[in-house]
């Protein structure tokens, strides 16, 4: 079975900064497209960042300047690193994997993890 598992939400004031992490856990050959989402309330989950199945970076207009995200293909894991944080970025941030391939020959279309709560306030 393969996981994917988050970490590094928090609370923490406005201008300042958080990493997020994502691993992938389990006998995994591949992955095609890993990124972030996000969700605040009321509102629907939208895109934060991505690699594409290209290796190329996508980011929410939102985001652009603010966020970076980096991934470890030899490891499975992707990163968003947050800096300038607003209040308007709180939400609940989830890990996304797309195509994943496993050793054991099953292929997942699509993965979440359970997401990690990230609180921009004074």
């Known amino acids: 079975q393969v996981q994917l598992v988050e970490s590094g939400g928090g609370l923490v004031q406005p201008g300042g900064s958080l990493r997020l992490s994502c691993a992938a856990s389990g006998s995994i050959r591949s992955i095609d497209i890993m990124g972030w989402y996000r969700q605040a309330p009321g509102k629907e989950r939208e895109l934060v960042a991505k690699?594409?199945?290209?290796?190329?970076?996508n980011y929410a207009d939102s985001v652009k300047g603010r966020f970076t995200i980096s991934r470890d293909n030899a490891k499975n894991t992707v990163s968003l690193q947050m800096d300038s944080l607003k209040p308007e970025d709180t939400a609940l941030y989830y890990c996304n994997a797309v195509r994943v391939s496993t050793t054991w020959g099953y292929r997942y279309l699509e993965l979440w993890g359970q997401g990690t709560l990230v609180t921009v306030s004074s």
């Open positions: 690699f594409t199945s290209r290796g190329r970076k």
